[in-house]
DNA sequence: AAATAAATTTAGAGTTATCAAAATTTAAAT
DNA sequence: ATTTAAATTTTGATAACTCTAAATTTATTT
């Protein structure tokens, strides 16, 4: 059985190597968890010996099969209540994280089992990102910033980068939800700021917002 | 802010104070949240440095006002979180209680008032017992334990006083449920078990079964 | 190739909660 | 009123996690 603190270890480990596709580094980990690199390496010693992550010194991290499987059930879980809030409890997209992190460390496999029926099986939180099956399964379908496109391309928004709630709530102001086209009309070579189609209508988006804009592309 | 240790604390003292109608000794408690006498006595000085319960040497503790109305949140939490449990999810009543233990130390006020809301403003848990509204108001209707009733007498089952999933396990078996009618129809003197009519057929229980049924007389 | 900078680990110490066993106080029995 | 028993508190030690600051290793400049 794991504590609060080493499940969220693990999770942080798995987001950052996705992002990095690489080994995790010690300072990566400190930053993503708010602590401070010294706790990290302590913690890192004790899930290596649990196995569920290898480590050579100096050298960073990577998650083991166990360890994977043991983030991927958290995130699972995580993704499962956030869609119960949203859907089931009238939350706003961007209300509902911090409470999930709460609720993905609650023990029982019953419940998780209970809830994904209740909520239909939902394959996607309300973020766009995918929710893990029950043995592990991710279906991570090639995601697109928008901010690495040229003019005249784009596709279908289908997840945001960053679940922070300003920045949700400001999608919010600006009409942008998952599940509409979306395309890149013009890019300011000044500040890297573009002017979209968002569903017919014309907006203009900063740089960091289009970073966070994340598309399937359509063919 | 309390961490999840001393809610724990609270909600056991809270409980015990009902049952004894006095001050709640250290052993009482040791003994309700399974650990030693020394722990208790530690919590003790902490709880009351914060001024949550009162208590002077060796002479047991009170919740205070502040300390109550605490505990009395974590009830409204976990008896919320059960309905939730048996209506939403399908839950037995008897796998319910475990999960709610976890359930009712996450942290929203926002989070307990729709859960409220979705759940349609119950009064009472799966097992009979009333739910504190948002005040910590708690609507106790006076409850006899069957045990306590001499042949002939009876009322209306409203709660079980023990949550554990054995014993509703067994009351399943025997097709006692809570909001029927019930009435003693005869006491063994040789170890007080009853037979009693509930719902219209006859029974007999044992006076340890006995002990946790409770109703409201009927007038 | 040295020197400097950055990243990582180690060392030492603090917090919260736990336990077993000893010491103290209160309650019960003789 | 003593003695004995029971309940409670204190003491000393441990576990999990945290921090700051010093020491070490690796990476980057010059
Ligand atoms: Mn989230
Ligand atoms: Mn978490
Ligand atoms: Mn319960
Ligand atoms: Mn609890």
Redesign the pocket.
């Known amino acids: 059985m ?5 499940e ?2 693990l999770k942080a480990i798995y987001h950052l190597s996705i992002e990095s596709n690489d ?8 930053a993503q ?14 899930l290596s010996t649990k196995k569920l992550i290898k ?7 990577i998650l083991t099969e166990e360890g994977k499987k043991v983030a991927l059930g958290i995130i699972r879980k995580h993704r499962l209540w956030e869609v119960f809030l949203v859907n089931k409890l009238a939350f706003a997209w961007d209300e509902v994280h911090e409470i999930a992190e709460q609720l993905e460390h609650i023990q029982s496999d019953k419940l998780i089992e209970k809830l994904d029926k209740f909520l239909g099986h939902p394959t996607t939180d309300p973020h766009g990102d995918p929710i893990p099956d029950v043995n592990g399964k991710i279906k991570q379908l090639k995601k697109y910033s928008i901010s690495e496109l040229g003019i005249g391309e784009g596709g279908i928004l289908i997840a945001v980068k960053k679940s922070n709630p300003e920045l949700l709530r400001y999608l919010d102001k600006l009409g942008i939800v998952i599940g509409e086209k979306i395309k890149v009309m013009d890019i300011i070579e000044f500040d890297g700021s573009m002017q979209i189609n968002f569903n017919k209508k014309l907006l203009i988006i900063s740089s960091e917002i289009a970073k966070n804009l994340l598309i399937q592309k359509a063919y």
Chains 1, 2 share one sequence.
Do not use: C, D, R, W
Not at 23 to 30: E, F, G, L, Q, R
Not at 55 to 61: A, S
């Open positions: 794991l504590t609060f603190v080493e969220n270890y080994k995790v580094t010690t300072n990566s980990i400190a968890i708010q602590t401070t690199p010294g706790s990290v390496t302590e913690m890192i010693k004790k480590h050579e010194k100096y050298q960073g991290v």
